[in-house]
């Protein structure tokens, strides 16, 4: 079994910052690529950003240069780092991972629980 535990998110000022992380736990052979969704209300989720193994980033065009993803690949944790928030910005985040299973040597997506973000204007 994996987990991925999520913490961070909040309430936030336009035009402020705030970190969200991810940490997975379990009978983990490797991390491929991980990263984070949102979804807002009425919305689809959508790919906010994602770091593979290699450390290749990847942002959606509405957070390119606003957003900062990072990995600590000692730790299998993942972080997101948001600045300059709008009140667009406001959605649940959700982190995933692609796990290499260490039980049947299996890739698997996992997904965190969410976390809320909200910025008011």
């Known amino acids: 079994q994996v987990q991925l535990v999520e913490s961070g998110g909040g309430l936030v000022e336009a035009g402020g910052s705030l970190g969200v992380s991810c940490g997975a736990s379990?009978?983990?052979?490797?991390?491929?690529?991980m990263g984070w969704y949102r979804q807002a209300p009425g919305k689809q989720r959508e790919l906010v950003a994602a770091?593979?193994?290699?450390?290749?980033?990847n942002y959606a065009d509405s957070v390119k240069g606003r957003f900062t993803i990072s990995r600590d690949y000692t730790k299998n944790t993942v972080y997101l780092q948001l600045n300059s928030l709008t009140p667009e910005d406001t959605a649940v985040y959700y982190c995933?991972?692609?796990?290499?299973?260490?039980?049947?040597?299996?890739?698997?997506?996992?997904w965190g629980q969410g976390t809320q973000v909200t910025v008011s204007s």
């Open positions: 770091i593979t193994s290699g450390g290749t980033t």
């Open positions: 995933y991972a692609d796990v290499v299973s260490g039980l049947d040597l299996r890739t698997y997506d996992f």
């Open positions: 379990g009978t983990i052979l490797r991390i491929n690529a």
